[in-house]
């Protein structure tokens, strides 16, 4: 954003100025002459080759610093400054065109394939990618176009000029139009660099230029060309400590000194034919700055990563340590690294404590083998978890903590750990108990209105009605000589009382079931669905197994009331005459399940309908910690199941604590 910022800014000054727009053509014919008077003075005579023409690339770099409105009159102004040099050079009329042509094909294949390429100006050759498409149009197209061109206009020798051709102009776009792009676009950027930075810059460029001087311009009897690997370490270093700009601007001292020394018969470019050694001087440079420019491009691109990737961490860490949760992070070894701040406020301890494992320290000893079953199978499984668990505050007070953990993977879906927050659910586990404590003195209060209800009906209701009978029966035996019709009414009378008595007393037993208190669970079970068969006149095959002979009452009563409402809406529902009822115990728990083989029904719809009876079991067994399940489909029956964990009473007890 930066860069399309300048130019931006750039373009709204020229445009709006004809006095800089001229400056900057004149500045262009000057840069074009004086560019065409340096090659002119680093050609090879007489066969009139240049082992690098700046020129071109000089004119590509300042196209790209400019607006693309501007682009034809400095292409002018440029040409006519080649033009201006190739003329006083004394080169023929023909001669001039063709390398006009030439220098105006390759300035605008570079110069239009490289603006279009890159969606701001100037373009940065910090990643691979803007090296390969720069290179594509700038290095390649450009020259190998320009070169067809340009070769014409001289006589013999096409093929080998033509390849001098091409990389004398690939040479110059690989080299100083990288060097004066990344000038222009790290300008302010270098403006921040310490003053240790420039020293090191400068001493880098002495080192080569003396190094260079050495290589290139002692004289050719004592130059060794193993010298030459000498340059690696210099070029390394520019590469991975400055960049882009740091090869580019070292391949330039180098290619200067090397050409000079070539054409004063200096150095290891001197030992064959003029062509030869050109060619020889050429390829050395262009595969010497090739691999360095990749390499400066993968340097640059990896602190790119580098930055973006602590920006972000930075980014994250703020907003960890701003959100109101507890965030912490673990490594695939299943230890912790990482807590955000109001986590840290919340505990009262330092990061160092809480790594690794040190965190489970401020879990409530209770809750703490359930805490890291939990995790380190989460972890095992690479599964999202869920869990609950009382974490010490910094003031020493237990806080409810709901924790949810993530997985993380990596951009190759592999696994480096979890992320998790934890969210103080005090209140709301309060709130919950509050209405457990609600629901269960209500059902408290039920059962007792039962027990007395029941009593009166068994004691009383029952008593009174038996006494009915007695006394109906004891009427027909005092007095004989009644009517045939009166003592057929009064039999009848008495039957009818009987049934009462006998209904009474069933309605006594499911309303309060003595045989739960006295008998156990399995027997008040049994007899209940004894019972429960011979009033609806169904079958109903009860089966126990493996049942503990001391369990809580609230969970017997529980699960008696389960069988209760399961066995009223089986009848009532399914159409079924034949059910099947199984209790049985594990060692941590007991279940309960009942079925049928009637119509069945849709278990979503039937729990929309806010129907009492599912809500009456749901709430009897959340009191126990219990669970309630329901199987069924349309004409497929239904089975019904419910489990409660043996220990749910301790867990009722430790949930209030």
């Known amino acids: 954003m930066r860069s399309i910022h300048k130019t931006k800014s750039w373009k709204r000054a020229n445009l709006g100025s004809p006095v800089k727009t001229t400056l900057l053509v004149c ?45 034809a009159v400095l292409i002018l102004a440029g040409i006519g400054g080649f033009a201006l040099y190739d003329l006083q050079a004394g080169l023929s009329i023909r001669s001039t065109a063709l390398l006009i042509l030439a220098d105006t094909v390759e300035v605008l294949i570079a110069a239009l394939g490289v603006s279009y390429s890159f969606r701001s100006l100037p373009p940065r050759l910090n990643n691979l990618k803007s090296v390969a498409k720069y290179s594509l149009f700038a290095v390649v197209l450009a020259p190998l176009a320009s070169a067809f061109i340009a070769t014409t206009a001289f006589g013999a020798d096409y093929w080998i000029r033509w390849k001098i051709g091409v990389f004398t102009e690939a040479l110059a776009l690989l080299t100083l139009t990288p060097a004066i792009l990344s000038w222009a676009a790290m300008r302010e950027e270098w403006a921040r660099k310490s003053s240790a930075f420039y020293f090191e810059a400068a001493a880098l460029i002495s080192c080569l230029i003396a190094l260079g001087y050495i290589t290139f311009l002692a004289p050719s009897g004592s130059t060794v060309p193993v010298l030459l690997y000498s340059l690696l370490p210099f070029l390394l270093w520019a590469a991975l400590r400055f960049g882009s700009i740091g090869i580019s601007t070292s391949m330039i001292a180098i290619a200067f000194l090397s050409i000079w020394g070539a054409l ?44 973006s ?55 409530h000893p209770e809750d703490l083998p359930t805490c890291m079953e939990t995790y380190t199978q989460a972890f095992d499984r690479r599964e999202d978890f869920r869990m609950e668990y009382r974490l010490r505050r910094h003031d020493g007070e237990y806080r409810w903590v709901l924790d949810i953990g993530v997985p993380r993977f990596d951009e190759a879906q592999s696994f480096i750990g979890y992320i998790g927050v934890g969210i103080d659910v005090t209140e709301r586990k309060a709130a919950e108990e509050t209405v457990s404590s609600m629901s269960r003195r209500l059902i408290a209060a039920q059962e007792e209105e039962r027990a007395r209800i029941a009593r009166e009906l068994h004691d009383d209701m029952g008593q009174r009605l038996a006494l009915l009978a007695n006394e109906l029966e004891q009427l027909q035996q005092r007095i004989p000589d009644l009517r045939l019709e009166v003592r057929s009414s009064i039999g009848e009378l008495q039957k009818y009382t009987t049934r009462i008595a006998i209904d009474i007393q069933t309605l006594s037993h499911e309303l309060h079931s003595s045989k739960l208190k006295y008998l ?67 060692p941590n728990e007991i279940h309960l399940e009942v ?13 929309e309908s806010q129907g009492l009876g599912l809500v009456s079991m749901e709430e009897r067994l959340k009191l126990v910690r219990g669970t309630f399940s329901i199987e069924s489909q349309p004409n497929r029956g239904t089975t019904v199941h419910a489990h409660v964990p043996l220990s749910s009473e301790r867990d009722s007890v430790r949930a209030a604590g």
């Not at 079925?595 to 729990?607: C, I, L």
């Open 595 to 607: 079925s049928d083989s009637g119509s069945g029904f849709d278990t979503k719809a039937a729990k």
């Open 520 to 586: 156990g669970i399995a027997a008040a079970m049994k007899g209940l669905c004894h019972e429960f068969g011979a009033q609806q006149n169904v079958k109903t095959d009860f089966k126990s197994h493996n049942v503990p002979t001391s369990l809580s009452p609230d969970i017997s009563l529980c699960l008696f009331r389960v069988l209760q409402e399961s066995l009223r809406n089986s009848v009532k529902h399914s159409g079924a005459r034949d059910f099947k009822v199984e209790l049985w115990g594990t």
């Open 27 to 71: 500045l262009t014919v000057f840069i074009s002459f004086g560019s065409a008077k340096l090659a002119g003075s680093l050609v090879v005579r007489p066969q009139m080759v240049w082992p690098l023409w700046p020129g071109c690339a000089l004119l590509v770099g300042l196209l790209l610093l400019t607006p693309r409105k501007l682009w």
């Open 309 to 363: 990737f602590r920006e972000s961490e930075k980014r994250f860490r703020l907003m960890a340590d701003t959100a109101p949760v507890l965030i912490w992070m673990a490594e695939a070894d299943k230890h912790c690294t990482y807590f955000n701040k109001p986590w840290l406020d919340f505990t009262g301890r330092s990061i160092d404590i809480e790594r690794g494992n040190g965190w489970s320290a401020g879990v």
């Open 264 to 307: 004063h018969g200096l150095g290891p470019f001197t030992r064959s034919e003029p062509l030869g050694n050109v060619m020889s001087l050429q390829l050395f440079l262009f595969f010497a700055s090739t691999p360095f420019m990749v390499l400066a491009a993968l340097v640059e691109e990896q602190k790119q990563t580098e930055q």
